[in-house]
């Protein structure tokens, strides 16, 4: 234990002595956390609308200012060919373009029937399929409301239509926003990040600087010194989510309906399945590019397979199958889960057992993984 | 001299593949001698130590440090040795007495203990004026005396010390030897390695290292006689030529 | 020049011979991109949810049948009691639960209307959305088609044509992106690690004095890692228009140049990293954790840069990704020319420019 003491006590001198690196692990991830959580949404917002009216009607000008009256659309451009609106297109100046037959008006009132074509920029998948569904809305309760006025002129033909009603609730977050969602995710990615990349450079650095050799030649035993090396980081790893939480509560608001403690709890556990698969790399690794890239390597795909971004629910059967063996999908499951919903400790105990069991396994391998021996 | 054999290697070997690094050396080292380890570089000098502290483990043979089985109790045998490698190898951002702090605890001293041997080493090494700066801004000489000082902190029965004054100068590794010669006289047994021939004439005995083997082992005094030359320095290029 | 070539095959025999390396830098783009070609998409399918049917009667087992058809949704369980909303929603087993109110047949034939809750786990507002979206289009739907006997009179019809993507494949903007974020990635940091090791090491002193010049260096160090990047472009558009089925509108050729621009911008924003770190630590923190996440949410990415705030709008700018990401899908979806993207391109060169001359003065001040 007290050889623990020395060894700690070492690496936080270490740590605070590098002024290179001290903000790169404190300021740079909150200011990260700060902005990017702003950026990251898939509201889809400012779409720039066209159109080209070729009927000039009542009808036509009505069903443009409800395009204008939206906030999603911004109507950037009138055209008067599809050839010029194709153009702009192209440029990336316009992401849809309504066009409005001749005789718009008329058809709608005398034939009962009328045609409109939309074009939609459809190189963003995601967004364009919202787009759609906007456009759609849009023209729907147009289409209701000439409806019920044109039913006024031939009454005779009037039935009531049987109608089902949705009426949306949105629970936990009923205003929608995305930041409530993703400030939560990010700070747990920006604690992941530092943690792991920190420890997985660390123990390659003193073999890379010769150190290691000398620590080799001591009494030292592995867990002694595979413990010493963990603590640091393990104590960094919390206080970074700490300032993380305040900035979540004071600066964005968010919610935290449940326990902190159970927050700290598992992040706990957690951090230890990090810090383990970061000294599991050092020791595998001979310089610390080697770690670094091993490291960035399990990152992007932690990060990207955990439903941080993009839903889980949405991947295929056996991408689903990999995620579970991904741990930053049960932090960012739960940081959401406490946070924003209140679960409790029986809500998420299944992650609780799978993070201990891989805190246990991993840390395991990290100890028999340094060889004091070669 | 106390005839107590405190080293004694028998036919340790070590191979990388095809390669054999050390083949078959034995040897013994006497309590409380300097013994000099002496080899071209890649004559296996460095290899062979690493197998002795415990830190490489040996293709076949065996050795026992201060009484332990370097293959079976590598730990013990750490606890009674110190080390001192050819590359500088204490934390350059950290200062010396924090250097110092750091590796007695990692010994297992204690804080009292520590406290006390900081002051006494400090005082020995005449470095008060420098004992809070950071060690990357010592020159090389202080820096080696140092890891000298260092790896006797927990008061070893056997302190290696591989190619210790690599790239000093004249003065300094005259003040080294002195400190070599001073720790020998408390009864510490030295084992040290090194290419500078004239250094080998300071060693009680010394062997030489080529090509994996122990070609010669005696005092320098008995070794020139044997070849009939003048100074270390031919014995060893006779040894060495033999070879080529 | 020819002690020039010498430094530059010493540096591809580092790099060549470290075959951890090798195979990380080769086999890391492939795996990742199968693996997020497949596997990411911010489409909602098989979304798991749960019913809560108050009025058990014909029509709301006919609504239930029709949701339960539709390859959105999976109804995970019935539920029977208020209560059990809250404790369903807590364990994340379901992200909506559908409420049908209390006598609904009856509601839809004498009232003429019926009403359907849609509750939804908002902690994903995106996935909340979409889901209501969903439900909503196919309650309409089912009002239709039980509307038959009556029929809106009048309606409009919407043809809707999507332009460059027409299936709405998200994976063709993940290929640009992963191809970006590795090339970034690979071409900053491997650059910025190597020439901080070497001034690690202290043998960048050692290079230095040598009468190799001191941009000649520079350049050998990362003359293979031009090499190794466009190796990787190449590997992952083959993977993006073999596996995935990306189209190539425009010209490879132009592709190919935009390319090596992106690898260059990349590596001299390497250098200039590596001229500012003073450790490999720092060079490889200042990469990995200040590059990565704004690379990935910054540039478009994933998340659309027109909806972002105007603050991160403007930020957005200097992420050279940004560029990268827009030629490439202007390419490869649009057939874009150089015609139409001559302003990113000389975005991207500026950058570059503006990268190599910082690193430059920088170097020439330590040498002073």
């Keep these: ?374 | 001299m106390n005839q107590e054999k405190i080293i004694t290697v028998n036919n340790l070997t070590k191979e990388f593949g095809s390669f054999t690094a050390v083949d078959g050396i034995s040897f013994d080292v006497y309590k409380g001698e300097i013994f000099g380890f002496l080899g071209a570089n890649g004559a296996g000098k460095t290899t062979a130590i690493k197998m002795l502290i415990g830190i490489s483990k040996p293709t076949s043979g065996e050795a026992l440090v201060a009484g332990f089985d370097v293959k079976t109790h590598a730990e013990m045998v750490k606890k009674s040795i110190g080390y001192m490698s050819q590359k500088f190898s204490m934390y350059d951002d950290l200062t010396i007495k924090e250097n110092i702090t750091f590796f007695g605890g990692i010994y297992g001293l204690s804080r009292a203990k520590i406290k006390e041997k900081t002051t006494q080493l400090i005082q020995d090494l005449n470095l008060q004026d420098v004992a809070d700066k950071l060690v990357k801004a010592l020159p090389l000489g202080w820096k080696q005396k140092l890891s000298f000082s260092v790896a006797l902190l927990h008061e070893p029965k056997i302190v290696f010390l591989d190619e210790p004054t690599g790239g000093v100068d004249p003065i300094t590794r005259r003040q080294f030897w002195e400190m070599i010669y001073a720790e020998a006289h408390k009864g510490t047994t030295l084992f040290v390695t090194t290419h500078y021939m004239d250094e080998a004439e300071y060693c009680d005995r010394v062997s030489i290292m080529v090509e994996g083997k122990i070609e010669a082992l005696d005092s320098p005094k008995n070794l020139k006689q044997k070849y009939n030359v003048d100074s270390m320095n031919d014995v060893f290029l006779k040894l060495a030529r033999n070879v080529e | 020049m020819k002690r020039f070539i010498g430094f530059v095959t010493k540096e591809f025999y580092h790099i060549f011979r470290d075959k951890r390396t090798m195979f990380i830098l080769f086999g890391m783009p492939m795996v990742q991109i199968m693996l997020f070609g497949f596997a990411i998409t911010n489409e909602v399918n098989n979304v798991n949810i749960a019913i809560f049917d108050q009025s058990k009667d014909s029509e709301t087992q006919q609504i239930i049948n029709k949701i339960s058809a539709s390859k959105y949704f999976k109804i995970e369980s019935q539920i029977t009691h208020e209560a059990q909303i809250e404790s369903i929603f807590r364990t994340g087993k379901v992200k909506a639960v559908l409420v049908f109110e209390k006598d609904f047949i009856q509601n839809l034939q004498n009232k003429k209307t019926a009403k359907v809750q849609v509750i939804t786990d908002a902690t994903d507002p995106n996935m909340a959305n979409t889901i209501t979206n969903y439900i909503n289009a196919i309650l309409q739907n089912y009002s239709q088609e039980i509307n038959t006997n009556s029929k809106p009179l009048y309606q409009i019809q919407t043809q809707t044509q999507l332009y460059y993507n027409p299936e709405l494949k998200s994976v063709f903007t993940f290929v640009p992106g992963v191809m970006t974020i590795i090339l970034m990635l690979v071409s900053a940091m491997m650059t910025s690690i190597s020439i901080t090791r070497e001034k690690e090491m202290g043998t960048m002193e050692v290079l230095l004095v040598s009468p190799i010049k001191p941009f000649q260096v520079v350049i050998g160090k990362v003359f293979p890692y031009i090499f190794l990047s466009i190796i990787n472009a190449t590997i992952i558009l083959l993977l993006g228009i073999f596996v995935f089925k990306m189209p190539i509108e425009g010209s490879l050729f132009l592709l190919a140049l935009e390319s090596i621009l992106f690898i260059i911008t990349a590596l001299s924003l390497g250098i200039l990293i590596s001229t500012i770190a003073q450790s490999q630590q720092t060079a490889m923190m200042f990469s990995l954790a200040g590059l990565m996440l704004p690379v990935i949410i910054l540039s478009g990415f994933i998340f659309p840069i027109s909806s972002m705030p105007v603050p991160l709008q403007i930020i957005s700018n200097i992420i050279p990704a940004k560029w990268f990401i827009i030629i490439i899908k202007a390419i490869m979806l649009k057939g874009a020319t150089i015609h139409t993207i001559w302003k990113e391109t000389l975005i991207l060169i500026g950058m570059t420019l503006f990268f190599i001359a910082v690193s430059i003065k920088k170097y020439k001040i330590r040498l002073e």
């Design chain 1, 1 to 374: 234990m007290k050889t623990i003491i020395f060894i700690i006590q070492k690496e936080f001198r270490q740590i605070f002595r590098d002024k290179g690196m001290l903000p790169i692990i404190f300021i740079l991830p909150l200011i990260q956390l700060l902005i990017l959580s702003n950026a990251a949404s898939f509201e889809v917002q400012n779409i720039k609308f066209s159109y080209i009216d070729h009927d000039h009607s009542a009808a036509s000008r009505e069903l443009i200012s409800k395009f204008q009256a939206s906030k999603s659309f911004k109507i950037v451009n009138q055209f008067n060919t599809k050839e010029e609106a194709n153009i702009e297109m192209q440029k990336g100046n316009v992401d849809i373009i309504l066009e409005i037959p001749t005789h718009f008006e008329r058809n709608l009132i005398t034939e009962k029937a009328t045609t409109l074509s939309v074009s939609i920029n459809a190189i963003d998948g995601a967004s364009a399929g919202v787009e759609n569904v906007y456009i759609s809305q849009i023209i729907g309760t147009y289409n209701q409301k000439t409806q019920s006025q044109l039913f006024q002129y031939n009454d005779g033909t009037f039935v009531s239509p049987q109608n089902i009603v949705t009426i949306p609730s949105f629970w936990y977050n009923n205003t929608l926003n995305y930041k409530t969602y993703m400030v939560p995710g990010i700070l747990v990615l920006l604690v992941t990040m530092i943690t792991l990349f920190l420890s997985s450079m660390n123990i390659v650095r003193e073999k890379e600087i010769g150190t290691l050799e000398q620590i080799n030649v001591t009494p030292i035993k592995k867990h002694q010194f595979i413990i010493g090396k963990l603590f640091p980081f393990w104590i960094l790893g919390l206080v970074i989510l700490s300032i993380g939480l305040l900035i979540a509560k004071f600066v964005f608001n968010v919610p935290m309906l449940g326990s902190l403690v159970l927050i700290y709890a598992f992040t706990s556990i957690y951090l230890l399945v990090i810090l383990g698969i970061g000294i599991f790399i050092s020791n595998h690794s001979d310089t610390q590019q080697q770690a670094m890239f091993i490291a960035w390597f399990f990152m992007v795909i932690f990060l990207l397979m955990s439903g941080l971004f993009t839903p889980i629910e949405s991947m295929p059967h056996w991408a689903q199958n990999i995620t579970l063996f991904n741990p930053i999908r049960y932090f960012v499951e739960i940081i959401r889960m406490v946070m924003l919903k209140g679960a409790t400790f029986s809500d998420i105990t299944t992650q609780f057992s799978i993070i201990t069991g891989y805190a246990i396994v991993l840390n395991t391998l990290a100890v028999l993984s340094y060889k004091k021996v070669n």
